[in-house]
């Protein structure tokens, strides 16, 4: 049985999110070694070298994890293409259905395409198909209180900002503070889907 809302192509002008192919292998493990010093400080402490854990030759095992993840319906991970070009990958992940039917939303992109509105736009076209066909009723975001970038995606999206967690998660070599952020289905449903409110905050049609 497939799980709900898996897998899925979405799109939005340049911006498409799809599930990874084998093919990617080459542009994953470039676009990853060439942003070591960008994402590192953001990402979960890597088990290894940066340049081993994301050789060519590592992506199958990332690939079969992310695919096994996708049909058990514990996460929704999505490579993220600009203008045909695969630059960063979204994810859906720790889904718990239930009486929860929630998820926590993480993501990154290329250096070299920062600041073009790409992951608002990838994270509202996401947010509105797991509150469809993927049949959850929350989104949760944790950002490390120093990062502004990120900080900013949420807030131009009308996320909430609920919690601080202290030391909530090992990033970058140690337990880092996080602050909470959520959306729930209700709150974008009278404005049409958070994409729907994404154009128009930001001017995009
Ligand atoms: C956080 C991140 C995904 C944002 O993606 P994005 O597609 O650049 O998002 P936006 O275009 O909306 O830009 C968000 C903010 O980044 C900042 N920014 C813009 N251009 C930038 C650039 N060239 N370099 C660095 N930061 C830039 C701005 O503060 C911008 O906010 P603003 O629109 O209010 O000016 C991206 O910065 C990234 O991949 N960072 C490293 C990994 C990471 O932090 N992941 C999230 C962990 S919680």
Known sequence: ??????????ADGPVTLRPYHRADARAWSEVRRVNER?????????PGSWAELNAPSSFRYVLRELRR???TGEAMPFAVVYSGR?????S????VRRAFCSGYAGYWVDHRVAGRGITPTALALVVDHAFHAGG?????????????????????LGFREEAYHPRYLHIDGAW?????????????VDEGGLLARWHRVSGRT
Do not use: C, F
């Open 1 to 10: 049985m497939l799980a709900p809302g898996w897998p899925a192509v979405l």
């Open 38 to 46: 960008w994402l590192a400080p953001w990402e979960p402490t890597p």
């Open 69 to 71: 993840s996708g049909r």
């Open 86 to 90: 695969l630059v960063g990958q979204l």
């Open 92 to 95: 859906i992940g720790n889904i």
């Open 136 to 156: 959850l009723h929350r989104i949760e975001v944790n950002i490390r209180p120093e990062n502004t970038a990120s900080r900013r995606v949420v807030e131009k």
């Open 176 to 188: 880092r503070d996080h602050v909470g952020y959520a959306i729930t289905a209700e709150d974008v």
